[in-house]
């Protein structure tokens, strides 16, 4: 069974950096494309970006100036960096797996998030 | 940029069957998925492709596209259903878009 665990800080400080990191488990980030995804509190799903081992990455066009995805396959990890934030990027942040070749660029295996709130 | 539209409320009794629609330019030519969110959760991948299930969906979802428009139908309905549910779909300027989701009410 697939298994995505975010980590990182829930509190950071505006024009700051946010650093996430999804470790996974049963799968290989050597595999795959991974992507992070955000939903700010009461709204719909962000795609952010995401990430193939091979070096493809790619991001949401709206975010692309601010964002970094990379993935460590020592750890069998990636992460997501993310430049300049403001209260506009306070959500819960989900890492996935996908867009999958094969489920039509779905996303089949999702994290169980971790709520990022930017604030002074 | 390609947008997808989706009702922002749709109401079902027990044991109807409830539509969700997502509308987007020329969706039938691409690819639908759709996802259900209850409250707290992750989402999860109930349809892909327009219309195939994951191992593990129950056959009372099911999934249709045509023109403009791909549906999401949840047969005899249960309150266990009750969930918001969003539409996804691959845009080669876009890619990824996901539609606003719908909350799903079982009265």
């Known amino acids: 069974q697939v298994h995505l665990q975010e980590s990182g800080p829930g509190l950071v400080k505006p024009s700051e950096t946010l650093t996430l990191i999804c470790t996974v488990s049963?799968?290989?980030?050597?595999?795959?494309?991974w992507s992070w995804i955000r939903q700010p509190p009461g709204k719909g799903l962000e795609w952010i970006g995401f990430v193939h081992n091979i070096g493809s990455t790619n991001s949401n066009p709206t975010l692309r100036t601010r964002v970094t995805v990379s993935v460590d396959t020592s750890k069998n990890q990636f992460s997501l960096r993310l430049a300049s934030m403001t209260a506009a990027d306070t959500a819960v942040y989900y890492c996935?797996?996908?867009?999958?070749?094969?489920?039509?660029?779905?996303?089949?295996?999702w994290g169980q998030g971790t709520l990022v709130t930017v604030s002074s | 940029s390609y947008e997808l539209t989706q009702p922002p409320s749709v109401s079902v009794s027990p044991g109807q069957t409830a539509s969700i629609t997502c509308s987007g330019d020329?969706?039938?030519?691409?690819?639908a998925c759709w996802y259900q969110q209850k409250p707290g959760q992750s989402p999860v991948l109930v349809i892909y492709?327009?219309?195939k299930r994951p191992s593990g969906i129950p056959e009372r979802f099911s999934g249709s596209s045509s023109g403009n428009t791909a549906t999401l139908s949840i047969s005899g309905t249960q309150a266990t259903d009750e969930a918001d549910y969003y539409c996804q779909a691959w845009d080669f300027s876009t890619l990824v878009v996901f539609g606003g989701g719908t909350k799903l009410t079982v009265l």
């Open positions: 020329k969706l039938g030519d691409k690819y």
């Open positions: 996935a797996r996908g867009p999958r070749d094969g489920y039509s660029q779905a996303f089949d295996y």
């Open positions: 492709q327009d219309n």
């Open positions: 049963g799968d290989s980030v050597s595999s795959y494309y």
